[in-house]
């Protein structure tokens, strides 16, 4: 009997041990958080130059007193042939090891993506730490190195900031967007090419590393989203800008909010409309060999501003605008096309909306897709409503001709 | 000793936790492309008509578990041995299900702890709820059932919310689609994780209400059925065709790209403890019916001696099976379509037509 409960008391406290599991705990004190990755070619080798930005825990809590006067994120780099080589490696540089759940960021530095991206997200597929969601941008004119090196005012974490941005600007403005890793391993599997939004630093990169900096007004350096670059074959082979990105966004329909000004008989671009809804539907044929792309656009919008007499109260007027509205969004949606045709790479997914509605025909088409994708024929319609004026109806410019 | 007796919810919820199993968080039908879902439905005809097979031998011969009826219908010389192919059958499958219990949790969070600490708990708690018996076995599954509910309801929920599904990963249905997805039901989907069932035949005999048990098991299957399609259709439609069929593990990569306002992300351990709870019912219930064989052939008395025997002998063969989890895959390939499919399916059916044959011809003595 009391053998047994000996027994039992053993087996207890073996329990115990187990229970904990902390078989595979890392303490908070013990991991580096990695905030946002940077990815360049190594110089003069094939090898990949991996930068970190990990938070400062000192200098990010939130109350004052703890402040340490340090800057809040580090910054260590490694260079290896593989990207978990790499972040291996920077054991020897960091005291504590990285921690990459909370990654939200990829910068590919502007070298490195114009020679190719296609093998570098396999880790952040296979890994269990990194996340697939995290966003992707290219560094322009500039290695990714020093992107991630710059102090952000407002956002005390710049990897965050930089997310930030690329976001806010997808969300009102329409001429980048925040493309994840899924997204392009997605693309990359698929038919079609990608494209990934551009980020660069305007003003003086060495003096945005100093928190120095950030005690002005007006920051010395400052990274902005800048232009949609396209890419082809894995390689990135041109940006594009201003309506040109808007229109490849129409076209993928991935507008979520934008602004338009619109020509009117008087003057160019006097009229601002918000547009705050937008669906393209996207459809792909053969006609004798050739593909034909229908592209549908229905978008709405309201007012927003107009610089010179317009009868906003009249019906007539409205619909002229629409009219005007539809017309400068096809114009742009066939600029891009166009665009993405002289550069035969396939960023609208044509050729995956081909293969996935008539399989038989794509097989025929596959093997020389760029080159027909080149010669394709658009097909593109608008619909555009433009819904309200806001608070008034007419502007409160008299009307030259009537005051006359 | 008293006779184990378990009612009918607690049937229902063990084939659903059953079905479920490993089978929700695998990629199954791997041949057939973006259509899975639909292969999963064109199966459960399939796996209910197998179903009503096992019923109907149970009914036919209340109180006997399939060792016993084998035995009945083919006779002593023929059915004896063909009853013992079950036990390794059922063990090996049961470790199966362990093997990919365990490496998936090692891939997905517990990447530094040995998988022999994994498996040997997840064992220890199996020989632990064998030992107490098929009704401590059977209440548990009505608790858990609940659990796997809200557990699916949240996930769906959120993966619907974050906008990730995309129909256009499901749709158009070619006639190639329809022919790859028919292939892969049959028999694949329809013996994995349908004809598994097969296991259930141990537990049928126990049944409070026997009558009731073809309603309820029929319920069960076609709700499985449905809950098996709606979640590989939300898997498919978020992955694509692509990612989720080089994931091992589907399910996990679907959650993880979950964000919703900022704020609700990362739901990987409820991911996580579906797979456990899942494993755990399906291994469990795996372990049971190979003892249940075992102790019908060798007419042990005591059943529960059997529990720790067993489970060591999973746990084991749950890593030497195979050296590493392409192997594995490897493995469990050739186990469906040379293996399984004779226990799952040729023997009951071939069980049922002999004894509806002697039947007819008054040859049952």
């Not at chain 2, 499985?224 to 939300?234: D, E, K, R």
């Amino acid at each position: 009997m009391k053998g047994k409960r000996l027994l039992l008391t053993v087996f207890c406290m073996l329990a115990v041990m187990l229970l904990t599991s902390c078989w595979n705990s890392r303490e908070l004190n013990e991991m580096a958080i990695v905030t946002g990755m940077g990815i360049d070619k190594a110089p003069d080798k094939d090898e990949y130059r991996v930068t970190f930005q990990i938070v400062n825990p000192s200098s990010t809590a939130t109350s004052m007193g703890a402040s340490t006067g340090q800057p809040t994120i580090t910054v260590y780099s490694a260079t290896d042939r593989t990207l978990f080589g790499a972040l291996r490696k920077t054991s020897k540089k960091a005291a504590r090891q990285l921690f990459f759940a909370h990654t939200q960021l990829v910068v590919i530095g502007e070298d490195m993506a114009r020679s190719g991206i296609d093998d570098i997200f396999d880790v952040f597929e296979r890994s269990h730490e990194l996340r697939l969601n995290a966003t992707v941008l290219v560094s322009r004119g500039d290695d990714a190195n020093s992107i991630m090196k710059i102090l952000l005012p407002i956002e005390s974490l710049p990897a965050m900031g930089l997310v930030k941005k690329v976001r806010n600007t997808a969300a009102i403005w329409g001429e980048n967007r925040d493309i994840t890793i899924f997204e392009l391993i997605n693309g990359i599997t698929g038919e079609g090419e990608v494209v990934i939004s551009g980020i660069r630093v305007i003003g003086d990169k060495e003096e945005g590393k100093k928190k120095a900096n950030l005690e002005q007004t007006e920051v010395k350096a400052i990274p902005a989203i800048s232009g949609l670059g396209v890419f082809k074959k894995g390689k990135l082979v041109t940006w594009l800008e201003g309506s040109e990105a808007k229109g490849v966004l129409w076209v993928q329909n991935k507008i979520d909010q934008t602004t338009v000004n619109i020509d009117t008989e008087g003057s160019e671009a006097s009229v601002a409309v918000d547009i705050n809804y937008s669906k393209t539907a996207i459809n792909v044929e053969l006609r004798e060999g050739v593909p034909v792309f229908h592209v549908h656009i229905q978008e709405e919008g309201k007012i927003s501003e107009t610089r010179g007499f317009m009868d906003l109260s009249n019906g007539d007027e409205i619909a002229k605008l629409e009219e005007q509205l539809a017309k400068q969004t096809k114009e742009a949606a066939i600029r891009s096309i166009q665009a993405a045709q002289r550069l035969e790479s396939d960023i609208f997914d044509f050729g995956n909306e081909l293969k996935r509605l008539r399989p038989k025909e794509w097989e025929a088409v596959k093997e020389d897709w760029s080159s027909l994708f080149a010669q394709g024929k658009l097909d593109v319609r608008v619909e555009a409503h433009i819904r309200g004026t806001g608070m008034r109806l007419k502007p409160y410019l008299q009307n030259k001709d009537e005051s006359n | 000793m008293r006779k184990e007796v378990i009612g009918t919810n607690q049937l229902f919820a063990m084939i659903i936790l059953f079905e479920l199993g490993t089978a929700i968080v695998v990629p199954i039908g791997l041949e057939s492309g973006h259509a899975v879902w639909l292969s999963i439905l064109l199966a459960l005809p399939g796996g209910v008509l197998l179903y009503l097979v096992y019923h109907d031998l149970s009914r036919q011969y209340p109180g006997l578990i399939i060792s016993g009826y084998t035995r009945k219908i083919l006779g002593r010389t023929i059915g004896w041995p063909l009853s013992l192919l079950y036990i390794p059958v059922f063990m090996f499958n049961g470790s199966r299900n362990l093997r990919e219990a365990g490496d998936l949790l090692i891939a997905a969070s517990y990447d530094r702890t040995p998988v022999f600490i994994i498996n040997a708990i997840m064992v220890i708690a199996v020989m632990y709820i064998l030992n107490k018996g098929l009704e401590v076995f059977a209440r548990t599954a009505e608790i858990y059932l609940a659990v796997i509910f809200v557990l699916g309801f949240i996930c769906s929920f959120v993966v619907i919310a974050a906008g990730l599904v995309d129909f256009k990963n499901l749709f158009p249905l070619h006639a190639a689609d329809w022919r790859q997805a028919f292939r892969s039901a049959y028999p694949n989907i329809w013996i994995f994780p349908f004809g598994e069932l097969v296991c259930i035949t141990t537990v049928l005999p126990h049944l409070k209400e026997s009558r009731l048990s073809g309603k309820t098991g029929v319920g069960a299957i076609v709700l499985s059925g449905i809950l098996l399609c709606v979640t590989h259709a939300i898997e498919m439609s978020v992955l694509g065709e692509d990612v989720y069929h080089r994931a091992t593990f589907p399910m996990y990569t679907t959650i993880t790209l979950v964000n919703l306002a900022n704020f609700i992300q990362r739901l990987d351990a409820l991911v996580i403890l579906t797979l456990i709870i899942g494993v755990f019912f399906k291994m469990t219930l795996y372990c049971y019916a190979a003892i249940a064989v075992t102790a019908d052939l060798f007419k042990v008395q005591d059943t529960r001696k059997l529990a720790v025997p067993v489970g060591v002998v999973v746990l084991f063969s749950s890593f030497i099976s195979a050296e590493n989890y392409p192997r594995h895959m490897e493995e469990g390939g050739v186990f469906l379509r040379y293996i399984l499919p004779v226990l799952c399916a040729v023997i009951p059916i071939l069980l049922f037509i002999v004894h509806r044959i002697r039947k007819r011809f008054g040859l049952l003595r």
